[in-house]
């Protein structure tokens, strides 16, 4: 089957987060109406144009020849549609052609691309963190010239940090950038890992890169980042002569076969400066935090998709005696079990994407509230969430999607029914982008370390607020009491770690963010069961939220105590002790 895009799901979880009310304050015009209106126009294009291609992405891979690289069969057609229809502006500043809705909405959208065909979509969502860096850190020539040709969609941008020696320690980076005499540079060296690093989908690329300049300080305070297009830009924003930087070759992957990763080499690569010379790992983390958030949406994209092939997969299966049968030989969905299975991916994609969204929504709120407090506020919670809404969702996404396969039983394991594409696909979720434990160590470091523990503490008094707002629920109030175990077994945990820095919190790094996010999830859920106006969607968010409670959020207490277990033994097991 194809891909079905949910829009009842998604508005009603950017309701739950709190975007009427923001798009109200901070986006005249953009009223529930106009919302719903960019959700179903994103859809159809999904669902039209970019589900098709998804299998022939994986069965056709993009190709490198003769020192170029070619996307797969469609891609590029369906990219000149993608920017037709206005889409990689859609959260761009109108002064570069954008058309300045939410990102919140933007991230909405890009849920349904991802969902489509995860391949393609990687290709704009790397666009858009290069608009938000250089919107944020490049020059007045940049602005001008750059921004709109990557806000239209003529123009397609990359991420250039990973090199052979220094994937996540970016402080082993050597790439070199070395004036060149006339306010400009030149790079040489090589990265790895570069998502789209080549295509014939555009006229140009813009390459933003990780270099040192001579003399630079060791470590990541002497790193600078760079734009280097792939052909050189005159100064009337006319792409010209090839620059000196080319693919090498492309890697053979497990998954997202249709998105070409690059070896990229950078040859005396013409270049200029964004931002401000060493302090290029601070702005390119605009970027990287724009990449995180998306990478979770992936994580429900990508479950969505399997979620949805293995519903209707249980609906035409028909397998033994069913239980819930109206006949002898009913579909495997009224088996109990099969219909526990989907009922709980249903929930955990509900859960991660209110997750994504609420994330979104602070995104918003941290540029646009009225005052600085409350600026200042959803900042500090907007980090809070972004290694959540990355490593949670994406754990979520391989879960989601090899339950999917589950499902399928034997034929999930056979390449025809499309069923392992989506499994393959999501594996590379957890990893790139920074990969979960280093997720879980800047949640439990740098982010509950910032302001300790203020903004966690403000979040899960939210939540044990919606815990008591349940209980007033007949149908939910043992919801209620569920998430308000699951706030207190995160308070403490929490408050542990507060306590043991060191080896015993990056010890309990990786179980924190799983609780944080179950906990987070199911709050997200249970807002969105309660934004629900009554009617049959609201029954089902309602069941939905019940079996999230006794299958998840009755886990927290036993992932707090596991949380507070200490690295004691992990110190003092050595790896000679494990080959036995």
Request: with cysteine.
């Amino acid at each position: 089957m194809t891909y079905r895009a949910p829009i009842r799901d998604i508005a009603l979880a950017l309701k739950a987060a709190g975007h009427p009310a923001l798009a109200a304050a901070a986006f005249p015009g953009l009223d529930d109406a106009t919302v719903e209106a960019v959700l179903a126009a994103a859809g159809e294009f999904a669902q039209d144009q970019l589900a098709p291609l998804n299998r022939v992405g994986d069965l056709q891979p993009a190709r490198y020849a003769n020192g170029a690289v070619t996307a797969s069969p469609g891609f590029a057609d369906a990219f000149r549609a993608y920017a037709a229809g206005g889409w990689p502006g859609l959260s761009a500043d109108p002064e570069h052609g954008g058309q300045g809705l939410s990102k919140a909405l933007d991230v909405a959208v890009m849920e349904m691309v991802s969902a489509a065909n995860m391949a393609f979509g990687l290709c704009p969502i790397l666009s858009q963190g290069a608009i938000e860096a250089l919107s944020a850190q490049g020059t007045e020539r940049q602005k001008r010239l750059v921004l709109p040709k990557l806000v239209s969609g003529e123009w397609t941008g990359t991420m250039n940090l990973t090199e052979p020696q220094a994937g996540s320690d970016l402080a082993a980076v050597t790439a070199r950038a070395e004036p060149d005499g006339a306010g400009g540079y030149r790079i040489t060296g090589q990265k790895i890992f570069i998502t789209w690093g080549d295509h014939e989908m555009t006229e140009n690329i813009c390459h933003l890169v990780l270099a040192r300049m001579p003399d630079a300080p060791p470590g990541v305070k002497g790193i600078s980042l760079f734009l280097a297009p792939k052909r050189l830009i005159d100064d009337a924003g006319n792409p010209g002569a090839p620059n000196a930087l080319r693919p090498a070759s492309i890697e053979h992957k497990l998954g997202i076969h249709g998105s070409p990763t690059c070896v990229m080499l950078f040859e005396g690569a013409k270049a200029e400066l964004v931002g401000t010379a060493n302090e290029g790992l601070a702005h390119m983390f605009v970027m990287m935090n724009a990449a995180r958030l998306q990478v979770g949406v992936q994580g429900v994209a990508i479950a969505e998709r399997a979620f949805q092939q293995a519903l209707s997969f249980a609906q035409e299966r028909r397998q033994g005696r069913a239980l819930w049968a109206s006949g002898p030989d009913g579909a495997i969905f009224d088996h109990p079990d099969v219909r526990r299975t989907l009922m709980l991916m249903k929930a955990k994609i509900a859960a991660g994407r209110g997750i994504c969204l609420e994330a979104a929504v602070l995104a918003d709120q941290a540029r646009f509230a009225d005052t600085p407090q409350a600026r200042a506020d959803a900042r500090a919670r907007q980090e809070l969430f972004t290694p959540i809404a990355k490593g949670w969702s994406s754990d979520m996404g391989v879960e989601v999607a090899s339950l999917g396969l589950q499902v399928h039983g034997g034929m999930g394991f056979i390449e025809e029914t499309g069923a392992a594409q989506h499994y393959r696909d999501a594996r590379i979720a957890p990893i790139y982008e920074g990969t979960n434990g280093i997720q879980a160590i800047d949640l439990v470091g740098r982010k509950l370390g910032a302001d300790n523990g203020a903004a966690m503490g403000a979040l899960i008094a939210d939540m044990a607020a919606t815990a008591r707002e349940l209980s007033a629920s007949a149908g939910l109030a043992g919801v209620g009491q569920r998430l308000s175990a699951g706030a207190l077994a995160l308070e403490q945990a929490t408050a542990w770690l507060l306590d043991h820095r060191g080896g015993d919190s990056l010890a309990a790094a990786t179980p924190y963010l799983r609780l944080a996010g179950d906990v987070a999830g199911g709050w997200a859920l249970c807002r969105q069961a309660l934004a629900c106006a009554p009617g049959p969607q609201a029954e089902t968010k309602a069941a939905l939220a019940r079996l999230y409670a006794s299958q998840v959020l009755a886990q927290a207490p036993g992932l707090a105590e596991g949380v507070m277990t200490g690295a004691e033994d992990l110190a003092a097991t050595a790896a000679a002790a494990l080959e036995g």
